[in-house]
């Protein structure tokens, strides 16, 4: 079993709608989760945070997460072409960021 | 702030030879980490540091690799003698702290991409 689990996709959404992403892990003294997007060729960069059981709220993007469920999600609203990336999920455990293989998202016009 | 800095861009090298990774983490960071990223492995931590001292390098794949901070604003990734399937896009990461709060949040640099023929 790996230690986090995301949908490999592509995960195809049209220009406008919502693009949800969904993340699972395996540690549960997992702390800080965080989301990241990564264009090809560059380096990941941090989309969201999350710390605590609910929702987080940041422009289009929204995390929940739900500790008791390992389950950690990531929705984009408004889905634009320039959020055709790949979404990195990472519990941080013991110190150490555990990220998952992504999710790639293609948004289409 | 010029975010985390990495060199070279692209590593080129044949079999056999040693390779050195540098990156510069952000001013005031305590954490430093290296990554690397393969199709097949995905992203994965191979080390990392809090103020200059290894903390954790079980994922450092093998006598091979060896990684140093000589002091607080500069750090190096050795491979010798590399391999083919050394070859990977290897990033330096920075964080200011790991206390399960926003200070937590790693920033990447540009990364390395190393192909080793």
């Known amino acids: 079993q790996k230690e986090v689990e995301q949908n490999s996709g592509p995960l195809s959404v049209p220009e406008g709608a919502i693009a949800s992403l969904n993340c699972t892990y395996s540690?549960?003294?997992?702390?800080?989760f965080f989301w990241y997007r990564q264009y090809s060729g560059k380096s990941p960069e941090l989309i969201m945070s999350i710390y605590s059981n609910g929702d987080k709220e940041d422009g289009r993007f929204t995390a929940q997460l739900n500790k008791a469920s390992q389950y950690v999600s990531l929705l984009i609203r408004d889905s634009q072409p320039s959020d055709s990336a790949t979404y990195l999920c990472?519990?941080?455990?013991?110190?150490?960021?555990?990220f998952g293989a992504g999710t790639q998202v293609v948004v289409t016009p | 702030d010029a975010g985390v800095i990495q060199s070279p861009r692209h590593e080129v090298t044949e079999m056999g030879q040693e390779v050195t990774l540098r990156c510069k983490p952000i001013s005031g960071h305590d954490y430093l980490f290296w990554y690397r990223q393969t199709m097949m492995r995905g992203l994965e931590l191979l080390i990392y540091f809090n103020n200059n001292v290894p903390i954790d390098d079980s994922g450092m794949p093998e006598d091979r690799f060896s990684a140093k901070m000589p002091n607080a604003s500069f750090s190096t990734l050795k491979i010798q003698p590399s391999e083919p399937r050394d070859s990977a896009v290897y990033f330096c990461?920075?964080?200011?702290?790991?206390?399960?709060?926003?200070?937590?949040?790693?920033?990447f640099g540009p990364g390395t991409r190393l192909t080793v023929l």
């Open positions: 540690d549960r003294g997992s702390q800080s």
């Open positions: 990472a519990p941080l455990s013991w110190g150490k960021l555990q």
């Open positions: 990461a920075s964080s200011f702290s790991l206390a399960g709060t926003s200070t937590d949040t790693q920033y």
